[in-house]
């Protein structure tokens, strides 16, 4: 197994020539199988070497290197430490100014409530990056009636163009910025494996106690489980 020179190779921890990526690269190999590490909350609030009083050392970095060795290019990254559990993290900006949307100020994306079913959907298309995250967060909030709903995002005909920096970003801008009542479930919708493992990075920045976020690669799983009825307690139960 080798260090890659390609793109994304700036990216590597300094693991002995072991595939592991901080961020995705530039370019997926085809032939290569990509896993998206998440770590552990106290990786979060005590850094890489977080020891548990209860369970002892977490061993990130030797849990990155048993991956690798199984043939897989792995992509992870230490997250920013939350102090107040609320998802803010100490060593990145609150909200990141407005950009300019690659696709020259078109919304890449519509809003519609799913008839009988009390879920809106957003359905988005072509390359996506933060700017248009924003926009697509700020046409949600717009609508006061849909306050409290919860909301299923269909990425199956978009690309995420958003590096992982900005993830973070784009979340703590959800957090900042949302309504009192929050939708108590979101769920992205993407057929696409780097998107997916992007989205699932997401997850972890966007966590709020009044909102349950998922990934899934099909529509109709993702309806059923944003139209589910109970309580957000119960079900992380």
């Excluded at 979060?44 to 060795?69: F, N």
């Excluded at 990254?77 to 939350?82: A, K, M, N, P």
Aim: charged fraction near 25%; include cysteine.
């Amino acid at each position: 197994m080798h260090r890659g020179n390609g793109p994304g190779a700036t990216g590597l921890l300094c693991l002995a020539a072991l595939p592991i990526l901080s961020e995705p690269p530039a370019k997926a190999d085809p032939a290569a199988t990509y896993l998206f590490h998440l770590h552990g909350r106290i990786v979060q609030e005590q850094g890489r070497e977080a020891v548990s009083p209860k369970y002892g050392r977490y061993e990130y970095d030797a849990i990155l290197a048993r991956l690798a060795e199984a043939g897989l290019v792995i992509l992870s990254e230490v997250l920013g430490r939350c102090p107040n559990g609320s998802g803010r993290s100490s060593d990145g900006p609150a909200s990141a100014p407005p950009e300019r949307s690659a696709l020259e100020g078109r919304m890449p994306f519509s809003l519609q409530l799913e008839p009988g079913s009390g879920v809106v959907v957003g359905t988005c298309t072509g390359p996506l990056n933060a700017a248009d995250a924003r926009k697509g967060a700020l046409a949600f909030w717009e609508k006061p009636e849909w306050n409290g709903r919860p909301v299923v995002w269909d990425f199956r005909e978009a690309q995420f163009d958003i590096h992982a920096p900005e993830i973070r970003d784009v979340a703590q801008f959800i957090l900042d910025n949302q309504p009192p009542s929050p939708p108590p479930r979101v769920a992205f919708v993407t057929i696409r494996d780097v998107d997916f493992g992007l989205a699932r990075i997401f997850e972890v920045y966007r966590e709020h106690p009044a909102t349950t976020f998922r990934v899934f690669r099909d529509f109709d799983e993702a309806m059923a489980w944003a139209m589910r009825h109970g309580s957000i307690e119960m079900e992380r139960a």
